[in-house]
């Protein structure tokens, strides 16, 4: 045999690592969503018709490589995402989400311990870290009389115990994601009269005291996060109208505008809204003194509310909302005359698909919020026949809900739900 030998490490384990610099690159350019990869060989993943998962070793020692690059220059349009499978990355563990979204980016990692785990040595920016995926918090709602209790759900959708309630004690408010990593309700009623309190939701999922009013109390309004970190309040039941056409934008620092007019759509209450494409949202259902509504007004990245698009599925109000699928959204249960399970799916143009037969305990008045960065969601509480319910559903990433999960916290209708942490 002939040839040049090279110098090669030696593990404490005693097998070989791989040579510096001698990667072995795998010639099939990645284009599919999900590829797991291997230590000591390089790849070129091509994100131009979707997004990717990299999935890194279960296991590994110290001087483990691994490169990866933008064949085709589009990360920034459809990112990477790397899945670090038990492993640490930059001393985050894998319940934190590692996008690189750069044009033309290329990453070399190299895995140092159990500590720090696995760390970049070059790529465009080495000190990007993680952020934790969003959470979610179910706050406030109706157990006769009013209250303030609150529960957190983790990324897996496992909800809390009770956390002792902050603010003032009400139902019927909203609750909406903003700035990117927090959240806010807003508005309610108290058992007296409503109110335009707001509290701020910290990235941990602490809810601050409350805000005094800006803009005219309500209740049974919508909430939702769109644009770039932002949220809007609209429509609901107003002292001097019961169903409302105001608007009110949140800022991305959590400050809630004074009042507008909806410039489009149907004045009610009863309704709620999601996010969904690129900073836009949706806006759906709702009842009016005429009786029940299915009509939908889309939310653009502007916060500007549209005239109302030709109902899909039962008018009803009541209904659940999230996003799901980082991109879509949908609307579930709610009552259109009775106690439901449907769904309605949206896609990520807004548009409302027909109903789905229903999954898990029909309910009213229940409300939803969206995990693990906008992937998957979780729909809890509300009132049944007879009383109030604890039960939750989860919801995939491609929008089908499973089927009851035991109840957790207490059984309360008309409460809030909003997103943080991500």
Not at 118 to 126: E, I, K, N, R, Y
Not at 204 to 229: E, F, H, K, P
């Amino acid at each position: 045999m002939s040839g040049i030998i090279v110098n090669n490490v030696a593990r404490a384990s005693g097998t070989i690592a791989a040579t510096p610099g001698g990667l072995d690159w795998s010639t099939a350019v990645v284009t599919a969503s999900t590829v797991t990869v291997e230590a000591g060989r390089g790849y070129f993943i091509n994100t131009t018709s979707n997004a990717c998962t990299i999935t890194l070793p279960a296991s590994a020692e110290a001087g483990d490589q691994i490169v990866i690059a933008d064949y085709a220059r589009t990360w920034a349009t459809n990112a990477v995402t790397l899945d670090s499978n038990g492993l640490n990355f930059q001393g985050e563990d894998d319940t934190y989400i590692v996008d690189y979204d750069t044009v033309g980016q290329s990453l070399n990692i190299v895995y140092s311990d159990s500590t720090k785990g696995w760390l970049p040595v070059s790529d465009d920016a080495v000190a990007d870290v993680g952020v934790a995926p969003n959470q979610a918090i179910f706050a406030y709602g109706n157990i006769t009389p009013v209250t303030n209790l609150s529960n957190l759900v983790n990324l897996n959708g496992v909800i809390s115990s009770d956390t002792t309630g902050v603010g003032t004690a009400r139902n019927r408010c909203a609750g909406a994601n903003y700035g990117g990593d927090k959240g806010i309700f807003f508005g309610g009623d108290d058992g007296s009269a409503r109110t335009g309190v707001s509290n701020l939701v910290s990235n941990l999922g602490v809810i601050a005291s409350d805000t005094s009013a800006v803009g005219t109390g309500r209740s049974g309004q919508a909430g939702t996060g769109y644009g770039d970190n932002l949220a809007v309040f609209a429509y609901g039941y107003e002292p001097s109208a019961e169903y409302g056409t105001i608007r009110n934008l949140v800022s991305s620092s959590g400050v809630i505008a004074s009042d507008a007019t909806v410039a489009g759509g149907t004045g009610r209450n009863g309704t709620c809204g999601a996010r969904y494409g690129t900073g836009t949202a949706i806006i759906g259902y709702g009842a009016t003194d005429s009786g029940n509504l299915n009509v939908s007004n889309l939310v653009n990245s502007s916060g500007a509310v549209s005239a109302d698009v030709t109902g899909v599925g039962d008018a009803s109000y009541g209904r659940a909302s999230a996003s799901y699928g980082g991109d879509k959204a949908f609307f579930a249960y709610g009552y259109p005359g009775s106690f439901s399970s449907v769904k309605n799916l949206v896609n990520n143009s807004g548009v409302v698909a027909s109903n789905v037969t229903g999954v898990g305990t029909a309910r009213s008045y229940t409300k939803a919020a969206s995990l693990g960065s906008f992937q998957t969601a979780i729909v809890a509480y509300g009132t049944i026949s007879g009383g109030v319910t604890n039960v939750s559903n989860l919801v995939n990433n491609v929008g089908v809900i499973a089927t009851d999960q035991s109840g957790v916290g207490t059984a309360r209708k008309e409460l809030a739900a909003t997103e943080f942490g991500s």
